[in-house]
Nanobody
Framework: QVQLVESGGGLVQTGGSLRLSCAAS????????MGWFRQAPGKERVFVAT????????WYADSVKGRFTISRDNAKNTVYLQMNTLKSEDTAVYYC????????????????????WGQGTQVTVSS
């Protein structure tokens, strides 16, 4: 089992940047594909980005492609989400999630594929 703790959220102006971090417990972080999801007020939680166990494959939602970058540091048991050129519509609670047991390069994009979830971190983009 793994525990996930997100950090790095906050209030930022439109056009600004934030970097979210998700620290995982345990010694088998490299065995998990990782993902970021977000839930805006009054809306369902949706996919943002995912990264394979190896870090060599990534995939993004169209709404963030070209602005957000997911990365991981397996030595630090941490996955990151660099968010640039933030827009008001990026305001949401951001969750990281972990999926165990996938091949080295595979990418889970559906919420129901993930085994573990963090508690979330609030990102608010003000105009």
């Amino acid at each position: 089992q793994v525990q996930l703790v997100e950090s790095g959220g906050g209030l930022v102006q439109t056009g600004g940047s934030l970097r979210l971090s998700c620290a995982a417990s345990g010694r088998t972080f490299s065995s998990y594909a990782m993902g970021w999801f977000r839930q805006a007020p009054g809306k369902e939680r949706v996919f943002v980005a995912t990264i394979s166990r190896s870090g060599g494959s990534t995939w993004y939602a169209d709404s963030v492609k070209g602005r957000f970058t997911i990365s991981r540091d397996n030595a630090k048991n941490t996955v990151y989400l660099q968010m640039n050129t933030l827009k008001s519509e990026d305001t949401a609670v951001y969750y990281c999630a972990a999926k165990q047991g996938l091949g080295l390069w595979l990418l889970p994009v559906r919420q129901d594929e993930y085994d573990y979830w963090g508690q979330g971190t609030q990102v608010t983009v003000s105009s």
